[in-house]
């Protein structure tokens, strides 16, 4: 039982816009900064999103993060079939004074 | 370059030990906090530890609930080395370990934006 709750999946056609939650609590995404993993199948895992809606260079801006409150979203735009993947949040407990990711979401491109 | 490589993964005993090495290479070692992420077979991330630059006090450690008292993070920043001693291993620490560096100097955010390919660790009788 993950302490950041996300769907288990998703799916979406080509071009469409799907958002992925993640659900927490004060200790953490209500007083933390989120981010935002894309792992595809077979690779080690990539930072999408930091600062809960900052992408990094070569990230494209058909990704965007926000939060509020105790959630966090992860929006994709344009949704193309590399998309195909699973995408997790993370931020930092200050109950469990660790970091903590949340169970994961397969993104299935239709 | 930025480049990580994870070794010293393997069949373990429970109880027994292992002891994970992260050879980096292409950017200032001692300037970045390291950590490492574990994936269990078909399951999600888990944070497991991490060390912050030897700017901050020679490098401070975190460790995840599950392996405080068991796990080892360390780091040689004359090899560009980091390190994860584990001990007492147990079945559920069976996974995938990556090595990962956080985004800013100085900082560690866990914004991990450059991993190794990951080691495989299998604990079983």
């Known amino acids: 039982q993950s302490v950041l709750t996300q769907p288990p999946s998703v799916s979406g056609t080509p071009g469409q816009r799907v958002t992925i939650s993640c659900s927490g609590s004060?200790?953490?995404?209500?007083?933390?900064?989120v981010k935002w993993y894309q792992q595809l199948p077979g690779t080690a895992p990539k930072l999408l999103i930091y600062g809960s809606s900052q992408r990094p260079s070569g990230v494209p801006d058909r990704f965007s993060g926000s939060k509020s409150g105790t959630s966090a979203s992860l929006a994709i735009s344009g949704l193309q079939s590399e998309d195909e993947a699973h995408y997790y949040c993370?931020?930092?407990?200050?109950?469990?004074?660790?970091?903590?990711f949340g169970g994961g979401t397969r993104l299935t491109v239709l | 370059e930025v480049q990580l490589l994870e070794s010293g993964g393997d069949l373990a005993q429970p109880g027994g030990s292992l002891r994970l090495s992260c050879a980096v290479s292409g950017f200032t070692f001692s300037s970045y906090a390291m950590s490492w992420v574990r994936q269990a077979p078909g399951k999600g991330l888990e944070w497991v530890s991490s060390?912050?630059?030897?700017?901050?006090?020679?490098?401070?450690?975190y460790y995840a609930d599950s392996v405080k008292g068991r796990f080892t993070i360390s780091r040689d920043n004359s090899k560009n080395t980091l390190y994860l001693q584990m001990n007492s291993l147990r079945a559920d620490d069976t996974g995938v370990y990556y090595c990962?560096?956080?985004?800013?100097?100085?900082?560690?955010?866990?914004?991990?934006?450059?991993w190794g390919q990951g080691t495989l660790v299998a604990v079983s009788s």
């Open positions: 990962a560096r956080d985004r800013l100097m100085w900082e560690l955010l866990l914004d991990l934006d450059c």
């Open positions: 060390i912050t630059g030897s700017g901050d006090r020679g490098g401070v450690t």
């Open positions: 004060s200790s953490n995404i209500g007083s933390n900064a």
């Open positions: 993370a931020t930092w407990d200050d109950s469990l004074n660790g970091w903590v």
